[in-house]
């Protein structure tokens, strides 16, 4: 199962939803992004929310067009986008997409950023990609990875989001590594290539965020 989430970012930085409208995918809606999909064409099986962000009309076409209406209070301890998360990780899909979750507003943006180390943080299979028109990111535990050419997506970067990452290794890359250490806040590993069609990176501590970027 693929969980798609679209929460209620600009509609500018969305990619081409539809391309991500397989027989496998559940598509939840978060707040306005609940109305996008409508609008969008897509029936979100879910949707989730305080609903402060959509009008009265707006609301009324949520109501009579979605049967699983997830509504909580605007005063709660978890964001709409994280209740959301909590939700389809307890469905255990191989992967969660998350659409509309950048732009705007920079405390929700960062907070979605957070959102997706919780697999990794959990030992879940589960893995949560952040998508929009420029960028793929993802969080990765210690492992060995293979990244494939992406189309459009020509840069990719490695961020520590733990006070290391130990033993980094970069094969196939433009700017190869073998068993470095990185800091956090280190740029050593921003904007690298692959060399051909593949690459692979590996680490032995910490948690990678992995953003594959377009110009």
């Not at 199962?1 to 995918?25: C, F, H, K, Q, R």
């Not at 559940?26 to 409508?38: N, Q, R």
């Not at 405390?107 to 997706?116: A, I």
């Not at 733990?162 to 033993?167: D, F, R, Y």
Request: proline letters at 6%.
């Amino acid at each position: 199962m693929i969980i798609n989430i679209l929460a209620g970012g600009p509609e500018s930085l969305l990619p081409d939803l539809s391309s991500y409208a397989t027989v496998e995918s559940v598509w939840l809606g978060v707040d306005k992004g609940v109305f996008t999909l409508l609008e969008s064409g897509i029936a979100p099986d879910y949707a989730f929310g305080d609903f402060d962000s959509v009008t009265e009309k707006e609301w009324e076409v949520i109501e009579q067009r979605v049967r699983n209406l997830k509504k909580f209070s605007p005063e709660k301890d978890e964001t709409d986008m994280e209740l959301a998360i909590n939700w389809a990780l307890e469905q255990s899909p191989k992967q969660i997409n998350l659409f509309g979750a950048t732009g705007g507003r920079l405390d929700h943006m960062f907070g979605n950023v957070q959102l997706l180390l919780k697999p990794a943080l959990a030992n879940l299979p589960s893995e949560i990609q952040m998508i929009d028109k420029q960028n793929h990111v993802f969080a990765k535990p210690p492992g060995t990875y293979s990244l494939n050419e992406l189309a459009g997506k020509k840069y990719i970067s490695f961020v520590p989001v733990t006070p290391s990452v130990k033993g980094l290794t970069l094969e196939g890359f433009k700017y190869p590594l073998v068993n470095c250490d990185l800091p956090i806040g280190s740029t050593l590993c921003i904007s690298n290539e692959l060399l051909n069609d593949y690459g692979t990176f590996s680490f032995s501590e910490g948690i990678l965020l992995v953003v594959r970027s377009g110009d």
